[in-house]
């Protein structure tokens, strides 16, 4: 046993603090594929209108006092709408934004819908495509549907530095935002995440159903994955770097620095967890099959752990009768989709789908190079597709609301 943990002594040695280093790996939260733009002039990124008109960045503050940037962007719709009060805005309401004409389009209007979104690890919320998912999800399938993403503590301009906990803190500090000063009530609010946004959504919705009691209208999981441990020993950087998986053919080395990890994100036990503890529950698990920085094989994982969660029964369900009981759609070309719906004693509606497209992507080189970092093949890109809109449109429009 000694020389056991000389090993590891040595190992740690070699480098440096274990912690530091893999948070460094995981958030990545010092990469910027972009540093010539700047999240403070959303314009850049196609917006409309100089300064902050159709996005308003704002801060919300945590209650360990970190301060969180944050985009606000517009239905394209109530823009055209209200496009001369927006551009003769007084350049007084960017100190306060909770006076801006934006805020008051989303907080007055009783049917105004609001979608939160959690993006994956490194930049900020204008790095790679995700403006194109706010524009993609804003520009009319659904009306009135706002826009909130955040960047999570020691990404971009918010303070602090990021850990399990702390994202959770600022998932939570968003919802309270939009729930205790936006006025938004949980029947019109969509949590989406994306890669490790899809482990903060669900972090955050277990929260709020085991400790508030509150449920929304749905959950949206885009490229996710069942725990960081197991994720690791295939995970890639940007579908290139591998983190563990060279480690593959020493599995007990392999799973050594898998035991190490500090940082667990257990997603599927706190999925189960939520599907249990929700009364009615709107879950979309979404991946590509050409994902190859998280291999599509976790929603799989996710999609049975929350069937499973469903059954009242004390043994649950096997792998064999939940796929003897699901719902299975192929789709060609364009992938699959499983479906579970269950109606429970209590009277509750828990709908559980996995989309799961072939193509979320495209590759630009077929050896290393990619178009840029972010781009990842099926990864990142995949949050644009109509596949996304498409899941959110059905939830609020009522094929899977409770």
């Given amino acids: 046993m000694a020389g056991s943990s000389d090993s590891k002594s040595r190992i740690s040695n070699i480098l440096g603090p274990e912690d530091l280093l893999m948070n460094r790996a995981l958030y990545a939260h010092n990469v910027h594929t972009a540093w010539w733009q700047g999240p403070n002039k959303p314009e850049q990124f196609g917006f409309l209108i100089i300064p902050e008109n159709q996005v308003r960045p704002f801060t919300i503050i945590t209650p360990d006092g970190e301060k969180l940037y944050a985009w606000h962007t517009l239905p394209l719709s109530i823009y055209i709408k209200n496009e001369d009060a927006l551009v003769q805005e007084s350049a007084s309401s960017r100190e306060d934004p909770e006076s801006s004409v934006a805020f008051k389009l989303l907080v007055k209007d009783p049917e105004s819908r609001l979608i939160i979104n959690f993006h994956g690890n490194a930049g900020t919320v204008a790095q790679g495509w995700r403006t194109d998912t706010y524009r993609a999800l804003t520009s009319g399938l659904v009306d009135k549907l706002h826009v909130v993403a955040v960047d999570y503590r020691g990404f971009g301009y918010s303070t602090g530095s990021p850990d399990e906990k702390g994202l959770i803190i600022d998932g939570v500090a968003t919802v309270k935002w939009a729930l205790n000063v936006a006025k938004i009530p949980p029947e019109k609010i969509v949590l989406l995440g994306q890669s490790l946004g899809t482990a903060v959504a669900t972090a955050v919705a277990e929260h709020f159903v085991v400790e508030e009691g509150l449920e929304f209208r749905g959950v949206v999981l885009v490229a996710g994955f069942s725990d960081l ?11 290139i770097i591998p983190i563990l998986s060279p480690l593959r053919p020493y599995p007990r080395l392999q799973q050594f620095f898998a035991k190490s990890i500090q940082e667990t994100w257990f997603s599927a036990t706190r999925l189960v967890n939520l599907v249990r503890k929700s009364k009615n529950i709107n879950l979309r698990i979404i991946h590509a099959q050409n994902d190859f920085e998280i291999l599509w094989t976790h929603s799989n994982t996710l999609f049975s752990a929350a ?10 369900l096997t792998q064999k009768q939940i796929d003897a009981l699901k719902i299975h759609q192929d789709l060609g070309e364009s992938g699959f989709t499983n479906s579970w719906i269950t109606v429970q004693e209590d009277g509750g509606r828990k709908s559980i789908k996995q989309d799961v497209v072939r193509h979320g992507g495209m590759f630009v080189s077929t050896i290393v190079l990619r178009q840029e970092l972010n781009n990842c093949v099926g990864h990142n890109r995949l949050v644009t597709y109509p596949v996304v809109a498409k899941a959110i449109a059905n939830i609020f429009q009522g094929e899977d609301s409770n």
């Fill in 229 to 239: 441990p197991t994720l690791l020993t295939t995970y890639a950087i940007g579908g």
């Fill in 307 to 316: 069937a499973n969660a469903t059954s009242t029964g004390d043994q649950g």
